[in-house]
Nanobody
């Protein structure tokens, strides 16, 4: 069983920065591959970023490449999403997700690869 506790988010002006955190609580203290997705009203969740168990592999969605950075602090079982140069179109509910199965895939952009989810946090970017 994995619990994902999200923090961060809020309201920021365009061009500003925010950092999201996702703390994972696991029965075995095992580290899992994790990701961030976001959801716009009335739409499916969109892939934002992925990080492997060790942090050695990352993947980003095209809309955020060069602006967002995913990282992890395994000693704290926490994954971060640093969001810079924010745009109004980044406004969404952001979810962190964990993969306890250990899928191996060419891309980790599918929600199907993650079986635990945080409750979501709102990010609003004003113009």
């Amino acid at each position: 069983q994995v619990q994902l506790i999200q923090s961060g988010g809020g309201v920021v002006q365009a061009g500003g920065s925010l950092r999201l955190s996702c703390a994972a609580s696991t029965v075995t203290s095992e580290e899992y591959p994790m990701a961030w997705f976001r959801q716009f009203p009335g739409q499916e969740r969109e892939f934002v970023a992925y990080i492997s168990r060790s942090g050695g592999k990352t993947e980003y969605g095209e809309p955020v490449k060069g602006r967002f950075t995913i990282s992890r602090a395994n000693a704290k079982s926490t994954v971060y999403l640093q969001m810079n140069s924010l745009k109004p179109e980044d406004t969404a509910v952001y979810y962190c997700a964990a993969d306890s199965v250990g899928y191996v895939a060419a891309s980790y952009s599918s929600t199907d690869l993650f079986n635990y989810w945080g409750r979501g946090t709102q990010v609003t970017v004003s113009s």
